[in-house]
T-cell receptor
Framework: EAGVTQSPTHLIKTRGQQVTLRCSPI?????VYWYQQALGLGLQFLLW???????NRGNFPPRFSGRQFPNYSSELNVNALELEDSALYLC?????????????FGSGTRLTVV | AQSVTQLDSQVPVFEEAPVELRCNYS??????LFWYVQYPNQGLQLLLK??????LVKGINGFEAEFNKSQTSFHLRKPSVHISDTAEYFC????????????FGAGTRLAVHP
């Protein structure tokens, strides 16, 4: 069974640009979670999607947005990139009603903003 | 609201020595508890979880954790560590039942020295 896959694995963007990160959950999982892991700041919760709807949002500005598609894959969009957006972006998935049984994480996308 | 405190940001230890990584949580209701490990430049991998039953939980790679309800703790232990255990370890909590997301601690960096 394929795990949670994220693409791209690495990318470099210039300040002010826009970026789209992608995540494919484990087959059958309907919930997708996005986390930002900046250097020394632990895991910061970004967004939670389930059945195509945004269920919860962390304390991030509106330029962080996303969506979930009918096949449960998800995109995270970041507009007007700032230097402090440089981080590892992690996606995780779970069965919605068993979310509290734990998540399965992807390997992440390393974003560098210069 | 639930929260997780990992009491040590860094734990240095020599190879083959025992180690304990501490985790305390706060919640007024029943919880599920998790430990995840993150190796450099990778996503998070589930080490073990406590959902119910025996308070001593055994996980992968020789790790175990004990749920102590009276002390609201879920400390992670390993009797003899290896160089390969060098990683970041995250404790997480969710409320049992319902539709809830995981809350992560800030992480503990375990550095195993030869």
């Amino acid at each position: 069974e394929a795990g949670v896959t994220q693409s791209p694995t690495h990318l470099i963007k210039t300040r002010g640009q826009q970026v789209t990160l992608r995540c494919s959950p484990i087959s059958g999982h309907t919930s997708v979670y996005w986390y930002q892991q900046a250097l020394g700041l632990g895991l910061q919760f970004l967004l939670w999607y389930d059945e195509g709807e945004e269920r919860n949002r962390g304390n991030f500005p509106p330029r962080f947005s996303g969506r979930q598609f009918p096949n449960y894959s998800s995109e995270l969009n970041v507009n007007a990139l700032e230097l402090e957006d440089s981080a590892l972006y992690l996606c995780a998935s779970s069965f919605a009603r068993l979310a509290n049984y734990g998540y399965t994480f992807g390997s992440g996308t390393r974003l560098t903003v210069v | 609201a639930q929260s997780v405190t990992q009491l040590d940001s860094q734990v240095p230890v020599f190879e083959e020595a025992p180690v304990e990584l501490r985790c305390n949580y706060s919640s007024s209701v029943s919880v599920y508890l998790f430990w995840y490990v993150q190796y450099p430049n990778q996503g998070l991998q589930l080490l073990l979880k406590y959902l119910s039953g025996s308070t001593l939980v055994k996980g992968i790679n020789g790790f175990e954790a004990e749920f102590n309800k009276s002390q609201t703790s879920f400390h992670l232990r390993k009797p003899s560590v290896h160089i390969s255990d060098t990683a970041e370890y995250f404790c997480a909590v969710s409320v049992s039942g319902g539709y809830n997301k995981l809350i992560f601690g800030a992480g503990t960096r375990l550095a195993v020295h030869p």
